[in-house]
């Protein structure tokens, strides 16, 4: 009886020892991991639009580039400036690394963010930040294209409409590949983390 307790005892002990050490491993393996995955292979589609010095500009133009993607616009009250100051910061942190990163902000709101508009409001951010925009169809196939939604939104109490979109900061390797979608939760040193991860681990194809 005394020695069944014991095996017992014992075997209780190795089993712990061995999920413990499982557990472990995994924390270790989790922590370790390089946060460069990519979550959607040739991402993104065609588009014609016309940047901010009136010139127009295709998905090809950004062909061979890593790409930081925020569509929005210019009337945004809170979200959009936010998102593309962070996306500012990160690309100052980055310093040098941030060179081969060409930003992008794509207008969602045709109708008011004119190139002239485009042009100031991007003034505000990042000097190499490319502003688009485009008549209502080019950009409905941009926003169909990056799989963006954005709709315009008024009620009586509004004496301007707004426009309801989805805030995704889309991180693209040079391949065309959607490396991560960087959501509003997002901060900017996890940003500058799976940046820099993406860049040095990156080998071109
Ligand atoms: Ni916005």
């Given amino acids: 009886m005394k020695k069944r307790f014991i095996r017992i005892l014992i075997l209780s002990v190795f089993a712990l020892i061995i999920a413990g050490g499982i557990a472990a491993y995994q924390i270790y393996k989790e922590e370790n991991q390089t946060p460069n995955f990519v979550t959607a292979k040739n991402f993104g589609g065609p588009f014609t639009l016309v940047n901010q010095e009136n010139k127009k500009v295709t998905e090809k133009d950004f062909e061979n580039q ?3 993607i925020y569509f929005g616009f210019t ?3 809170a979200i959009c400036p936010t998102e593309l100051q ?6 100052n942190d980055l310093d040098d690394q941030a060179d081969d990163i060409t930003p992008i902000f794509i207008s ?5 963010d004119t190139t002239d508009v485009i042009k100031n409001y991007i003034s505000l951010f990042h000097p190499r930040l490319v502003g688009l ?3 209502e169809e080019q950009v409905n196939q ?3 294209s990056y799989k963006i939604f954005a709709a ?6 509004m004496t301007e409409y707004t426009v309801d979109h989805s805030s995704f900061i889309y991180f693209m390797n040079p391949d065309n590949d959607l490396v991560r979608i960087f959501r509003i939760e997002d901060s900017a040193e996890e940003m500058i983390k799976v940046i820099k991860s993406a860049l040095s681990s990156y080998t071109a194809t």
């Avoid at 969602?108 to 008011?112: G, L, Q, T, W």
């Fill in 133 to 135: 925009t485009g008549s």
């Fill in 108 to 112: 969602v709101d045709p109708e008011r």
């Fill in 152 to 157: 315009k939104v008024k009620d009586d109490t």
């Fill in 86 to 91: 962070k996306m500012t910061g990160v690309l």
């Fill in 142 to 144: 941009a926003k169909k």
């Fill in 75 to 77: 009337y945004c009250p």
């Fill in 66 to 68: 890593w790409r930081l």
